[in-house]
């Protein structure tokens, strides 16, 4: 993984009892700089060279995959890694396309090494246990990543040399190596189950944005999200076929039951597909779609998860 900058916020000469975030731009396989943020866990362990290698290596690490339009500063965002840094460290960034990333927003496809370079960097910093969390389109993204990318040799796959991720799949990205970019455990939260789905009226507006030059002008100017022009060529992997690549992997699916973008029956393709014990599904009373609906205390539950789920 490849850091062109890092650098931390300005510092106070009174000690803080918990280091600051730590920020970096890091690069991705195919070249385009992603913007990043550190954030220690607040619960008593210090950042990377304030504590004992062996005590950071113990404390888990969340990678917090955005929505389409979101980025590392956005409330929504900046609220779940205050939360998620109660219980683990936190990285956060901003997908190509989002923020002060570079590049342009693949809604979905690229972004699967925005969120390699994030794992990588986890690693780098000394977290042995590292846990994606997304949402929406970073739901999709986490999900296609756990499938991509994986900590053990993969029958008909690319031999596992030491240290380097190998991968399930003959995807473009899939031929890929980046040194610790797999997952332990994967949670999805608003997913879709498969691509160029137009049955509601927020995904009609969405695939208009998307599409549609005049979408993407107001997608640029609107909501500061470039979008790339060009089709999908070939068309990734969609979630509900990754689903069943994740395992050993945990799996957590996360979906709310007033959900204006994606019914019921996503999350129940992708849990099915996930097979006997594969995902754990949870429907969420009155909860809308993604980071901006998932409360505090929702937010909470799923860390604990994180951080409770033995390692595949």
């Known amino acids: 993984m490849s850091s062109v900058s890092e650098g931390r916020f300005r510092g106070s000469s009174v000690p803080l009892l918990t280091p600051p ?14 913007e990043a943020v550190y954030e220690p866990c607040t619960a008593g362990f210090g950042a990377p060279g304030d504590r004992a290698a062996g005590a950071l290596a113990a404390t888990p690490a969340i990678v917090v995959a955005h929505g389409f339009t979101g980025s590392a500063d956005r409330p929504a965002v900046r609220r779940a890694a205050r939360v998620f840094a109660q219980r683990a460290a936190v990285i956060t960034f901003s997908f190509r396309g989002h923020g002060r990333s570079g590049g342009r927003s693949t809604v979905g496809d690229r972004e699967v090494l925005d969120l390699a370079a994030a794992v990588a960097w986890a690693r780098q910093l000394g977290h042995t246990r590292v846990v994606t969390v997304g949402f929406s389109m970073g739901g999709s993204v986490v999900l296609r990543h756990g499938a991509l990318y994986t900590a053990e040799p993969v029958a008909g796959g690319a031999e596992s040399a030491a240290g380097v991720t190998p ?81 050993p992997a945990p799996l957590l699916l996360v979906r709310g039951d007033r959900d204006p973008y994606f019914p019921l029956d996503h999350p129940r393709m992708l849990a099915e597909a996930a097979g006997p014990g594969g995902a754990e599904l949870w429907v969420e009373r009155g909860m809308g779609h993604a980071e901006n609906a998932a409360d505090d205390a929702l937010l909470a539950r799923i860390a604990d998860w994180a951080t409770g789920t033995p390692p595949a």
């Open 167 to 247: 991968v399930r799949v003959p995807e473009r990205e899939g031929r890929i190596r980046r040194t610790g970019a797999h997952s332990d455990a994967v949670v999805s939260v608003s997913a879709p189950a498969r691509w160029y789905y137009r049955g509601t009226a927020p995904m009609r507006r969405l695939h208009w944005v998307v599409t549609r030059p005049s979408g993407r002008l107001v997608g640029r100017y609107g909501f500061r999200t470039r979008i790339a022009t060009e089709d999908w060529d070939p068309v990734p992997l969609s979630p509900v076929a990754s689903v069943p690549l994740i395992a």
């Open 21 to 34: 975030p730590r920020f970096a731009t890091l690069l991705t396989d195919d070249g385009v700089p992603v």
